[in-house]
């Protein structure tokens, strides 16, 4: 049994900033990728970045240069550093990790509402 414990989401102002998190617990033997991904309302879930255990990161091409994604291995913990936010990144952010021959795990999600 995998868990995943998503925290800091909430209501900012355009242009402001957030910091996402999400704890992974239980049966993790080793974590291939770890990322986060949004669903506004009306729209499919997309990609928003994804980092491997190595450290190599991949980002949507809407959020390049304003969000930045990171980890602590040891903590099994990935964040999503938010800024210059705009009205167009509300949503509801899942993160997701990939344990390999498992397969992937997902975190209940956490609402970001940007007011204009």
């Known amino acids: 049994q995998v868990q995943l414990v998503e925290s800091g989401g909430g209501l900012v102002q355009a242009g402001g900033s957030l910091r996402l998190s999400c704890a992974a617990s239980g049966s993790i033997f080793s974590i291939n990728y770890m990322g986060w991904h949004r669903q506004a309302p009306g729209k499919q879930r997309e990609l928003v970045a994804l980092?491997?255990?190595?450290?190599?990161?991949n980002y949507a091409d809407s959020v390049k240069g304003r969000f930045t994604i990171s980890r602590d291995n040891a903590k099994n913990t990935v964040y999503l550093q938010m800024t210059s936010l705009k009205p167009e990144d509300t949503a509801v952010y899942y993160c997701r990790v990939n344990l390999g021959y498992k397969g992937n795990y997902w975190g209940q999600g956490t609402q970001v509402t940007v007011s204009s």
């Open positions: 980092i491997t255990t190595g450290g190599s990161t």
